[in-house]
């Protein structure tokens, strides 16, 4: 969405932007981006756009001089062309042959110094590793000391409950006793578990604790 709205400003204020065809020339020039990149197995560094919420001076100038062509490729006439109606034109798969009759030209605004601003595919596949891997980490972390917070009565409580109204399993029962000593740090597998037991059991284990509050009160 950030290049669409970047490219949509750029050609709006274009001398050659005269016909009202603005979404057909981003369009047409967008996939012809995606086109090159995977013909050569590269990618845009979506992250850095993220980050700046802006695209970058080198993928300003190639997006605008795609964009310029693609104009003149809708517009032109062509032996090819079967509708005056320029709009419908686009629709067409002939089109996009059209323009891909013209790579050559097109190709020669992949600049060595735009080229140089893509990722290869096998390095985007790293990058999105490590963004995972160090999302579930945070996520890990972010378990743990909620967990932690808890108070050790809280866990003998439920596993009373537990014990009572529903049929658990011996690990998961011994890992409340385990927690009952108020263990910090829980391993990652223990982690799970215990909020396994909070989403299978804490709301319904918490509205049964209001209720008997309410009653004893």
């Known amino acids: 969405m950030i290049i669409w709205k970047s490219l949509e400003k750029l050609v709006q204020k274009q001398d050659w932007y005269t016909n009202g065809y603005r979404a057909n020339i981003i369009i047409y020039t967008l996939a012809y981006v995606s086109h090159f990149l995977k013909k050569r197995k590269l990618e845009l560094d979506y992250l850095k756009i993220w980050s700046v919420q802006d695209i970058s001076d080198e993928l300003e100038e190639l997006v605008l001089n795609l964009s310029k062509e693609m104009n003149s490729l809708l517009i032109d006439d062509n032996p090819s062309k079967t509708t005056s109606n320029v709009s419908e034109w686009a629709k067409k798969d002939a089109c996009w042959g059209h323009i891909l009759g013209h790579a050559n030209g097109l190709d020669a605004y992949f600049t060595d110094s735009i080229v140089n601003t893509f990722l290869p595919l096998d390095k985007v596949k790293d990058i999105e590793e490590l963004a995972a891997s160090k999302e579930k980490r945070n996520n890990d972390l972010a378990s ?14 439920l596993l009373d409950y537990l014990n009572e109204f529903h049929d658990i399993s011996y690990t998961q029962k011994g890992l409340l006793k385990t927690a009952q000593r108020q263990t910090r740090d829980f391993s990652t597998k223990q982690c799970h578990v215990l909020n396994e037991i909070l989403e299978n059991y804490g709301d319904e284990f918490d509205k049964y604790s209001s209720s008997r509050s309410l009653l004893y009160s």
């Not at 000391?145 to 003998?156: G, H, Q, R, V």
């Open 144 to 157: 743990r000391d909620k967990l932690n917070s808890i108070d050790k009565n809280y866990w003998f409580m």
